[in-house]
């Protein structure tokens, strides 16, 4: 439901990213949102690499070991 927080919620977008802020989802923000959701979609679907920590010589161990 497109309520009062929804709207803030889209000025709020809209100001960040430098588009009229009018609260209303229109062309504008909606291709915005688009833009960003392709290009997050787009890094999620990468095979997921282990980052490497600078310092794991030092603690004999990978970033994000101890989550496993």
Known sequence: IYGEQTA???ETFQRIFDLPANGI???PTWYEISGIYTAVS???S???EPVKDPFAAKRGKK???SAK
């Open 46 to 48: 990468r095979k997921k």
């Open 25 to 27: 989802a229109d062309y």
């Open 63 to 65: 970033l994000f070991d």
């Open 8 to 10: 803030q919620a889209v």
């Open 42 to 44: 787009g890094l999620q």
